[in-house]
């Protein structure tokens, strides 16, 4: 049996390093240097944060059960 459910399970740790984290970073190159923009500013990280708006509109669209 099946049922749908409201619930929405987002697993977050408070450390960086060890993956489990959904706050943008900076981004870093294959070296671990920081990433700058054309204008000399950090480049945020935001995969994790992308990742979920993703994932809820693909649910809000159906695309996703």
Same mark, same amino acid.
């Given at each position: 049996?099946?049922?749908?459910?409201?619930?929405?399970?987002?697993?977050?740790?408070?450390?960086?390093?060890?993956?489990g984290w959904?706050?943008?970073?900076?981004?870093? %190159? &294959? @070296? $671990? *240097?920081?990433v700058? %923009? &054309? @204008? $000399? *500013?950090?480049?945020? %990280?935001?995969s994790?944060?992308?990742?979920?708006?993703?994932?809820?509109?693909?649910?809000?669209?159906?695309?996703?059960?």
């Amino acid at each position: 049996t099946r049922r749908s459910s409201d619930l929405v399970l987002i697993y977050a740790w408070n450390e960086h390093d060890e993956g489990g984290w959904c706050c943008p970073t900076l981004t870093v %190159d &294959e @070296n $671990g *240097n920081t990433v700058t %923009d &054309e @204008n $000399g *500013n950090n480049v945020m %990280d935001r995969s994790h944060l992308d990742a979920i708006k993703k994932a809820i509109g693909e649910y809000k669209n159906g695309i996703l059960e």
